[in-house]
Nanobody
Framework: QVQLVESGGGLVQAGGSLRLSCAAS????????MGWFRQAPGKEREVVAA????????YYRDSVKGRFTISRDNAKNTVYLQMNSLKPEDTAVYYC?????????????????????WGQGTQVTVSS
């Protein structure tokens, strides 16, 4: 049984930082890409960042480039999202997702349907 458990969300002022963590269990984490998505009230869930199995390739949506960093520690079965210079528009529920379909892919997928396992989400609120 695959489990993804996010942590690290909270309330922060604009310009502040948060680090999200996602601990994975139940499958061989190190062979598959991971992604972070977010969903704000009334909006579609959107990809924020993704990372290949090795960490050698990453993707960021334009609005977070230069502010967010995705990383992974395969020895700890954990993926991270370091979020700096947070803005009120970053407010959303953040979800960790696992692409356990594409074994050791050299690139990441950004579509939601490529990710078959999801965490429960963690709330990030940025006040102005």
């Amino acid at each position: 049984q695959v489990q993804l458990v996010e942590s690290g969300g909270g309330l922060v002022q604009a310009g502040g930082s948060l680090r999200l963590s996602c601990a994975a269990s139940g499958r061989t984490f190190s062979n598959y890409a991971m992604g972070w998505f977010r969903q704000a009230p009334g909006k579609e869930r959107e990809v924020v960042a993704a990372i290949t199995w090795s960490g050698g390739s990453t993707y960021y949506r334009d609005s977070v480039k230069g502010r967010f960093t995705i990383s992974r520690d395969n020895a700890k079965n954990t993926v991270y999202l370091q979020m700096n210079s947070l803005k009120p528009e970053d407010t959303a529920v953040y979800y960790c997702a696992a692409d356990y379909t594409h074994y050791r892919a050299s690139y990441v997928y950004t579509a939601r349907h490529a990710y078959e396992y999801w965490g429960q989400g963690t709330q990030v609120t940025v006040s102005s």
